[in-house]
C-alpha cells in the first residue's frame, strides 16, 4: 500500500500541475473583446493591446521558445539571455549606429515619437495577471516579444497609425502564432471597412499577415547585430516586402475607424 502510496504522487503532482498550466493559458475571449472596444474608443491606450494578448495568447509564448531553442541563432540568445530592453534604450549605442542602418531608423523613429522600449515594458505591466517579469524563460521571451514591437515596426515600413499598428500585429501573428495578434488585426479590418472610404485598409491588413507569412521568424535574431545592418539590406535578407496597400492609403485616412456610429481620427 505504501508502494502504491509513493507511485501515485508523481501521477497528482502531474495532474496539478496540469491544472495549473491549463489555468495559465486559457483563452479568454470574453475579455479580449472588452479590450478591444477600449482600444478601438482609444488607439493610444497600449495597456489595453496587452490585454487582450494576455487574454489570447495561449501556449504561444513556451511554444515560441522552445522554436527558439531549435535554431542556433535563437539558442545561442536565448543562452546569452540579454535583455533587449536595456540595448535598446541604450542611447550612446544607438547613436553609433551608422546612417541608413536598421539602429538608424530605429533611432530616428523613437526620437520623432518619444517612444522608449522601458516605456512600452510599463505599459505591459498593466496587465495585473500578466508573467511577462517572471525569472523564467517563457518570461524572457516574452519580454523579448514585446521589446522588439517597435524595431518590426521599422523592419516592416509601417508607421504607428492606427492601420500601421494594425499592419504590425497581424504581420506579427504568423511570426509567434499568438491568437491576440490576429484577433486585434482582424477586428480592426473590420472597424476600417466600416468607413467605406474606397482605401485598400483590409487589403493593407491582409497583405502584411501574408507578409509576415513569407518573411523568415525574426524572434530568434541577433538584434544586436540587426541594428547596425543596412536597412535595406536587412529587408531583403529577411525576406520583408514593400508595404504597398498601406502606403497606398493617403497618410490622413490612416487613423479613421468608427466603433458604435462614432467615427475616430480623420477619416477622410
Known amino acids: 500500500m505504501l508502494a502504491q502510496a509513493f507511485r501515485a504522487?508523481?501521477?497528482?503532482?502531474?495532474?496539478?500541475?496540469?491544472?495549473?498550466?491549463r489555468r495559465r493559458y486559457a483563452i479568454d475571449p470574453v475579455r479580449a473583446m472588452r479590450g478591444f472596444r477600449r482600444l478601438v474608443a482609444d488607439k493610444?491606450?497600449?495597456?489595453?493591446?496587452?490585454?487582450?494578448?494576455?487574454?489570447?495568447?495561449?501556449?504561444?509564448?513556451?511554444?515560441?521558445?522552445?522554436?527558439?531553442?531549435?535554431?542556433?541563432?535563437?539558442?545561442?540568445?536565448?543562452?546569452?539571455?540579454?535583455?533587449?530592453?536595456?540595448?535598446?534604450?541604450?542611447?550612446?549605442?544607438?547613436?553609433?549606429?551608422?546612417?541608413?542602418?536598421?539602429?538608424?531608423?530605429?533611432?530616428?523613429?523613437?526620437?520623432?515619437?518619444?517612444?522608449?522600449?522601458?516605456?512600452?515594458?510599463?505599459e505591459s505591466r498593466k496587465v495585473a495577471d500578466v508573467e511577462?517579469?517572471?525569472?523564467?524563460?517563457?518570461?524572457?521571451?516574452?519580454?523579448?516579444?514585446?521589446?522588439?514591437?517597435d524595431v518590426?515596426?521599422?523592419?516592416?515600413?509601417?508607421?504607428?497609425d492606427a492601420l500601421g499598428e494594425a499592419c504590425v500585429v497581424a504581420f506579427s501573428y504568423p511570426?509567434?502564432?499568438s491568437a491576440g495578434f490576429a484577433?486585434?488585426?482582424?477586428?480592426?479590418?473590420?472597424?476600417?471597412e466600416k468607413l467605406r472610404k474606397g482605401h485598400p485598409y483590409g487589403r493593407a491588413i491582409?497583405?502584411?499577415?501574408r507578409h509576415g507569412r513569407r518573411a523568415s521568424w525574426l524572434p530568434a535574431l541577433d538584434y544586436e547585430a540587426l541594428l547596425s545592418e543596412p536597412l535595406e539590406t536587412a529587408r531583403a535578407r529577411l525576406r520583408i516586402a514593400r508595404p504597398s496597400f498601406y502606403e497606398a492609403v493617403p497618410q490622413e485616412a490612416r487613423n479613421g475607424y468608427r466603433f458604435d456610429g462614432e467615427t475616430s481620427g480623420d477619416p477622410s
Open 206 to 209: 491582409l497583405q502584411a499577415w
Open 44 to 122: 493610444e491606450d497600449t495597456g489595453q493591446v496587452f490585454e487582450i494578448m494576455s487574454a489570447l495568447s495561449g501556449r504561444s509564448i513556451p511554444n515560441g521558445y522552445l522554436r527558439m531553442l531549435r535554431t542556433d541563432e535563437g539558442g545561442r540568445q536565448a543562452y546569452l539571455g540579454m535583455e533587449l530592453a536595456d540595448r535598446l534604450d541604450d542611447e550612446a549605442w544607438l547613436a553609433a549606429c551608422p546612417e541608413g542602418s536598421v539602429g538608424a531608423a530605429y533611432r530616428d523613429f523613437r526620437a520623432a515619437r518619444g517612444f522608449t522600449a522601458q516605456g512600452l515594458a510599463e
Open 183 to 192: 484577433f486585434i488585426a482582424a477586428g480592426a479590418a473590420l472597424e476600417f
Open 132 to 149: 511577462i517579469d517572471a525569472a523564467h524563460p517563457n518570461g524572457w521571451y516574452a519580454r523579448r516579444l514585446r521589446d522588439v514591437h
Open 9 to 21: 504522487v508523481p501521477n497528482q503532482v502531474s495532474g496539478q500541475a496540469s491544472a495549473t498550466s
Open 152 to 160: 518590426w515596426h521599422v523592419l516592416t515600413g509601417y508607421g504607428t
Open 175 to 177: 511570426q509567434t502564432r
